[in-house]
């Protein structure tokens, strides 16, 4: 039976929390100083301690000072408020969680029911270590070379915790895997992961998809409608390209995080949530603050643990490992298994990939389809372009454009210029200009929509979304 050990001064708090956790029918013990803790610590090991910090001989950080003492129990913090200082703090110190004072029946319930010893975690995590010298992989992750396993050591790190992940990287390099993994690894793995892309929902939708609506609260709300918060209830909330989601929609989003309520769209009444946050996006935090696409308090409160992933140009020996895993996987849906030639696997990591491990894998597919026999050659294989493969032309001094009033079909892809350009007359849109720039370079890439994706630098869920904007299906 699990074991919990309340360590808070708070006399009369103490006695309650003891109260609930008994009703849940576990075992549960009492500290009111650091001395009644060492005891209590020493008397019966505990599965789960709820530690207050200011306690009247010391802080309840020095416990943490000697490592034996909580080996085998998870910590949650006991805090008067949730603060991105006490996230890091929790983080640092090894505390898997935390409980905001007054402390809430249904977020007490979530800490209980995701009690785990921490040295399961940590042979789960060991496991998945060991797999990647035999076969290459860390659970849904594939890779060997030094840049991924430092990625596979953040991921071991910060999954045991509760705190807030920020992944970045280019499209196509796998950040939804790496944030299932970590969820994978969790004390919230038996509960829900929904992952929801923040560019591929209209921005009239938005919010009464993340936080859900009430019925009757605008034209064409016939019954309520749950939120993904609401969804995702104790598991994982994966936020990508969090870049997208509107400025008005970002100060919720942070309200959210910052009290641990959310209002549906139409309601009077707030609720709780009990959720983790794993935001991602394909651009610089940094960048994307200084161009208006995310507010700087968000991006401080999501980037509490950052994992930044590696392009796979970065890491082209694992190339081959990837590309046979997809052909394996092709093998087994086909029924049929084929082989790289030699020449195949050389052409791909010669290769520089801008669409990253999603182009590898969709480019092992069409060669499985194209090869006629039993063995992959290079003939179906992307080749090395002369110049920057996957980059559009820099744009050319000297004259300035045509002007405004002249036709349309000068701002069509010049295919004479080296790897194509674009003309925009003065006096343009924005928007005018991004659908003629998405446009042209997808007419440049074949209608290739990863390479077109990755060339611009934004995610292939967002440009499918700019094509459907502009019905793209009647223009090229």
């Known amino acids: 039976m699990t074991h919990v050990l309340i360590v808070d001064d708070d006399v009369d708090s103490a006695a309650m929390l003891s109260e609930l956790i008994a009703m849940q029918g576990l075992t549960v013990a009492s500290a009111h100083s650091l001395r009644e803790a060492r005891k209590q610590l020493a008397l019966q090991a505990p599965d789960l301690v709820l530690l207050d910090l200011r306690l009247p001989d010391g802080s309840g950080m020095d ?9 085998n129990a998870e910590v949650v913090l006991i805090t008067g408020h949730a603060s991105l200082e006490t996230s890091i703090l929790a983080l640092r110190l090894g505390a898997v969680d935390y409980l905001v004072k007054p402390i809430n029946l249904k977020h007490l319930q979530g800490v209980l029911s995701r009690a785990t010893k921490p040295a399961v ?22 890779g060997r070379t030094p ?71 605008f034209t064409g709300a016939d019954r309520q409608h749950q939120g993904f918060f609401e969804r995702a209830a104790g598991g994982t909330l994966f936020l990508d390209e969090i870049t997208e989601m509107p400025l008005d929609l970002q100060v919720k989003l942070l ?32 960048q994307a603050v200084a161009e208006g696409h995310l507010r700087v308090d968000l991006m401080y409160r999501l980037n509490v643990f950052p994992i930044d992933l590696p392009p796979l140009r970065d890491r082209l020996a694992d190339v081959p490992l990837l590309a046979e895993r997809f052909l394996r996987l092709m093998g087994e849906q086909e029924g049929r298994e084929k082989r790289f030639l030699p ?26 389809v194209m090869a006629p026999g039993d063995t992959i050659d290079a003939q179906w294989l992307p080749q090395r372009a002369e110049g920057a493969p996957g980059a559009l032309a820099p744009r050319a001094s000297g004259p300035a454009p045509a002007p405004a009033s002249e036709p349309r079909a000068e701002m069509a892809l010049q295919q004479g210029e080296p790897n194509g350009s674009v003309l925009l007359p003065l006096g343009i849109s924005l928007a005018e200009a991004e659908q003629t720039l998405i446009l042209a370079t997808l007419k440049h890439y074949g209608r290739q929509k990863e390479r077109t994706a990755a060339a611009l630098g934004i995610s292939l869920k967002t440009l499918y979304n700019r094509l459907k904007q502009y019905a793209a299906d009647d223009k090229v």
């Open 343 to 368: 020449e195949a696997l050389e052409q791909l990591v010669a290769y520089d990939w801008p669409g990253n491990v999603r182009e590898l894998r969709n480019a092992v597919q069409r060669a499985y």
């Open 121 to 142: 975690l940590k042979a789960e995590a060991a496991d998945l270590t060991a797999n990647v010298a035999t076969t290459g992989s860390f659970g849904q992750l594939w």
């Open 255 to 286: 309200r959210v995080l910052e009290t641990g309520r959310f209002l549906r769209v139409g309601a009077t009444q707030s609720q709780e949530t009990d959720v983790r946050i794993i935001a991602a996006t394909n651009r610089s935090p940094m």
């Open 63 to 71: 416990l943490f000072a000697d490592p034996e003492l909580l080996a």
């Open 147 to 217: 840049i991924m396993q430092r990625v596979y050591e953040q991921i071991t790190r910060v999954a045991g915790s509760g705190v807030t992940v920020f992944i970045t990287g280019e499209s196509g390099t796998g950040k939804e895997v790496v944030a299932q993994t970590i969820h994978d690894l969790s004390r919230r793995r038996k509960m829900p992961f929904l992952g929801v892309n923040c560019g591929a929902i209209s921005p009239n939708l938005i919010e009464s998809e993340i936080f859900g609506h009430e019925k009757g609260s």
